[in-house]
């Protein structure tokens, strides 16, 4: 069974420029989850979606957005990119349950310069 | 303000030791403490996890140690090898997760 996958693996913008980074969560599973992982720190949590809804938003601003699609893949966008953005961008899928195993792609390396 | 705080940040075992690696939360809410290895560019693989009615979790090398009351819980990896060096990170869950800043661990030969 195909994990996570997400695209692209790395990327380099400048500040100011918009990325939309992709995810594929693993097949059945309906929730995808994006979190930013800063060198040497845990993973923050940005957003959770669950059945193409939003179910959970993190304390990111509103330069950060994300969609679901009716496949459950998922799509995180950022605008006006930051030096400050340039992190691991990683995505979990699981069933959907509160308690559910989340199951985590290799994630999208951003470096803003 | 830090959720989850983890500790040590780094530590070093040598073959067949144990490994411990603490965690404490102030969050009474939190309901499922999962805990993640990962390996320099993978995404966070789940090891084990425990929910707040249990004091501890054995599989195989790994164990939960939770305690309830002190709002603190640990991993201890038993028989410690160098292929368990990694980054280890604790996580605590309510309706989202919280994850502590990580421990890289490791193992000499």
């Known amino acids: 069974d195909a994990g996570v996958t997400q695209s692209p693996t790395h990327l380099i913008k400048t500040r100011g420029q918009h990325v939309t980074l992709r995810c594929s969560p693993i097949?059945?599973?309906?929730?995808v989850s994006w979190y930013q992982q800063v060198l040497g720190q845990g993973p923050q949590f940005i957003f959770q979606?669950?059945?193409?809804?939003?179910?959970g938003r993190g304390n990111f601003p509103d330069r950060f957005s994300a969609r679901q699609f009716p496949n459950y893949s998922s799509e995180l966008n950022v605008n006006a990119l930051l030096l400050g953005d340039s992190a691991l961008y990683l995505c979990?899928?699981?069933?959907?349950?509160?308690?559910?195993?989340?199951?985590f792609g290799p994630g999208t390396r951003l470096t803003v310069l | 303000q830090q959720q989850v705080k983890q500790s040590p940040q780094s530590l070093i075992v040598q073959k067949g030791g144990i490994s411990i690696i603490n965690c404490a939360y102030e969050?009474?809410?939190?309901?499922?403490f999962p805990w993640y290895q990962q390996f320099p560019g993978k995404g966070p693989a789940l090891l084990i996890a425990?929910?707040?009615?249990?004091s501890e979790k054995k599989e195989g090398r790994f164990t939960i140690s939770f305690n309830k009351s002190a709002k603190q819980f640990s991993l201890h990896i038993m028989d410690s090898q160098p292929g368990d060096s990694a980054t280890y990170f604790c996580?605590?869950?309510?309706?989202?997760?919280?994850f502590g800043s990580g421990t890289k661990l490791n193992v000499k030969p």
């Open positions: 097949s059945g599973h309906k929730s």
């Open positions: 979990a899928s699981s069933l959907g349950g509160a308690m559910d195993t989340q199951y």
């Open positions: 996580a605590a869950n309510f309706n989202k997760f919280y």
């Open positions: 425990i929910r707040p009615d249990v």
């Open positions: 979606y669950y059945e193409k809804e939003e179910r």
């Open positions: 969050n009474t809410a939190f309901d499922y």
